[in-house]
């Protein structure tokens, strides 16, 4: 990936159990996918999506990236409007 800026914020970063468990058991690390998350490699979402977040980077609103671990689990990023919180969560879990 090449170098790019980060566009925005993280606050806190949390993540559910559930998360937590799939990152495990498929023994990856959250932080591949935080660092796309951050420099607008949103991931598996249509292109209408895609163009939400990157519009929400400018309007500061929520900010909602999908991936799949090696294992086939989907997993979410979420980067809250006012970006004081970023959560890995199960689509299940939210």
């Known amino acids: 990936m090449p170098e790019r800026d980060v566009l925005f914020p993280l606050g806190r970063l949390v993540a559910t159990p559930g998360a937590l468990q799939a990152l495990d058991t ?15 490699d949103w991931g598996d979402l249509t292109e209408d999506d895609k163009q939400a977040n990157t519009d929400a980077v400018a309007t500061q609103t929520r900010i909602l990236s999908a991936y799949h671990l090696k294992d086939g689990t989907k997993i979410w990023i979420i980067t809250e409007a006012d970006r ?3 959560t890995f969560l199960l689509p ?3």
């Open 26 to 40: 498929s023994g990856e690390s959250p932080i591949i996918y935080l660092t796309r998350h951050l420099h607008g």
């Open 84 to 86: 004081s919180v970023t």
């Open 92 to 94: 299940s879990e939210y």
